[in-house]
């Protein structure tokens, strides 16, 4: 398979939460914790939402948000308390005035990007998000390597509905069969792609989610390797990935 078009999600893969606000909110009700623990217990989290999210209509939701921000604390050994809530609504406030993924890019991403647009291929990311998209994009310094943002809120269409990531593809002239999509849920990202007939790799730091039918990495640097290892534009290995 001839591989034209790299594609990825926004939070947690390209763009990083902003850990020091989260660690502010938390010492401000008299839980203090590091941003290393906070880092740890989302990706946690997100393990323990996704079964959610494979059930839920909309994932943009404030009820969607508080389960993950509940399912942090919880990951974090911080039991569910009135203190706790108002974690929660501070943190609430935060993400719809200026979204809780300003915390810049992610480890790799500029780097990997740059270096994949470098070598001709399509770069796009295609996001569940609230309208916030392009600007957090560009505030992160990635936008110059992207030939695509797709905003969930922009477009009227969610992950895993394969029309969102179809709308990449058209804008783009990338066909299904010729790209990879990386993201950080399994039912969202890798269910998603799949139904709009592209690869899928699971972004994994702590290698937090079980056996799964698809390929793993722990950061960005490794789908690096894994698309570029000599430029072949294939698939690798052979026509399909190989799942961890």
Known sequence: MTLTGVFFDAGNTLLSLDYAAIVDVLAGEGFPVTRDEVWGAECRARVRLDPFLAQVEVRESREVFSRYMRYACEEMGIPWSERAERVLGR???????????????????????????????????????????????????????LDVIID????????????????????????????????????????????????????????????LDCVKVQDLFQVSSLVLPNDERRTPPGDRLTPA
């Open 91 to 145: 943190l609430s406030e935060i993400n719809r005035r200026e979204s809780l993924w300003r915390g810049g890019a992610m480890p790799g991403a500029r780097e990997v990007l740059a270096g994949l647009k470098g070598k001709g291929y399509v770069v796009g990311v295609v996001s569940n998000s609230d309208g916030q998209l392009e600007t957090l994009v560009r505030e992160a310094g990635l936008a110059g390597s």
């Open 152 to 211: 969930s809120r922009v477009v009227g269409v969610e992950k895993p509905d394969p029309r969102i990531f179809h709308l990449a593809l058209e804008r783009t002239g990338v066909a299904p069969h010729e790209a990879i999509y990386v993201g950080d849920f399994y039912s969202l990202d890798v269910v998603g792609a799949r139904r709009a007939g592209l690869e899928a790799i699971l972004l994994d730091p702590l290698c937090a989610w079980p056996q």
